[in-house]
């Protein structure tokens, strides 16, 4: 939220459900992609988030023959705890740091 109460995203997110997996520190976390957009996606996962802050390397998963790697920055994470509702969305938000063209491109046409 900005100063106003607004959301300060800069691009719209675009809803989505596609595989992802996160890597950072020696582990691979595995999940959906709920939503994202050219600055940033959200990863629904029931593992335990990396902590705000961390550098991560994502892994989206397109088509089975089109694969992402993009880096970024845990921003913020949501639930996580063993004891949430299991119905509660739980996972992590991701800034994104870099991405190929491919992946910009991409995330352009699914805004058309």
Do not use: K
Request: proline share 5%; hydrophobic share 40%; aromatic share 8%.
């Amino acid at each position: 939220m900005d100063a106003d109460g607004g959301d300060e995203r800069r691009f719209e997110r675009e809803r989505i459900r596609i595989p992802g997996s996160v890597h950072c520190g020696g582990e691979t976390l595995r999940g959906f992609v709920s939503n994202l957009s050219a600055t940033g996606l959200f990863l629904e996962t029931r593992s335990p988030a990396p902590p705000a802050g961390q550098d991560v390397r994502v892994e989206l998963v397109r088509s089975e023959n089109e694969t992402f790697e993009i880096l970024g920055r845990v921003a913020r994470v949501v639930g996580g705890h063993r004891a949430a509702a299991p119905v509660a969305r739980q996972g992590f938000g991701i800034a994104l740091t870099s991405a190929p063209e491919a992946f910009y491109a991409w995330v352009a046409e699914l805004g058309d």
